[in-house]
Each structure stands twice: as C-alpha cells, then as structure tokens.
C-alpha cells in the first residue's frame, strides 16, 4: 500500500502540474500560441494514465490494447482507488481531461469495469463516502 500512497502523491504533483498550465494558457500570452503548452499539458495527463496503468480495450492496434486481457490487469488502478486519496485522484484527474477525449473514454471504461468495486457500499467514514460520492458525480458528468 506504500506504492500505492506514493503513486497518488505522484499523480497529484502532476494534476497541480496541469492546473499550473491550465492558469499561465488563461492568463498569458505565450509566444507560441500554447501549443508547447498544450503538449506538455497531454503529455503529463497521458503520464499519470501510463502510472495508473490503464489499459484501452476498445483502441486496436495502440500500445495497451490487448486480447485476451489478463484479470489481473487493472490491479494497480483497483489498488489505488481503494483509497479515499485515490479516488480523489481520479475524480480530479477526469476533471482535468477535456470532455469526449480519448483518456476521458480509456478511465471512464476503467471505472465502469469496476463499479461494484467503486459503489458497491458506501464506506462507514463520512469523508472516504465523500469523496466516493464526488467520484460518481464527476464520472457521471464525463459519461
């Protein structure tokens, strides 16, 4: 469970990483445009999917796509959803992709994999039901 706290720090750092870019494309004027901003944006978003391990089961012939997948595919993305932090990690994280996205369709998938596991009951904690009711709220809006 170190692995999994330490990955959700991680990916956290990245999604302020994100809001950072987010703040300087609204509020300034790069000389480019933003395209390098853009990218550098897509490129951490694409890196905390690599870190959760996603896999795109509808996307043939892209790294990731597998046939017969093994069960145990989504065990780091299970691992750290079963953590109230986690689960704040992704609900931020699809807060952060851009609606209809391709990474907004791969975690929507992960999580509709996983909704018993996600929602099946509600934790005895006030908070960790919380942040298990903002997650259904914020896959919700994405779907």
Do not use: W
Request: with cysteine.
């Amino acid at each position: 469970m170190l692995a999994a706290r330490i990955t959700i720090e991680d990916g956290l750092c990245l999604l302020l990483d994100v809001v950072d870019i987010d703040r300087l494309l609204q509020f300034s004027q790069p000389q480019d445009g933003g395209s390098q901003l853009r990218k550098k944006r897509q490129v951490l978003l694409e890196g905390l999917a690599a870190s959760l391990q996603l896999v795109d089961r509808l996307g043939p012939g892209k790294p990731g796509h597998s046939f017969g997948l093994a069960p145990k595919e989504d065990l780091v993305f299970l691992r750290l959803v079963s953590l109230p932090k986690g689960r704040k990690l992704l609900a931020r994280y699809l807060q952060l992709l851009y609606p209809g996205s391709e990474l907004t369709r791969i975690v929507c998938m992960a999580v509709s994999r996983h909704l018993r596991f996600l929602f099946g009951g509600l934790p005895s904690d006030p908070s960790a039901t919380e942040t298990t009711i903002n997650l259904a709220h914020t896959v919700s809006s994405c779907v």
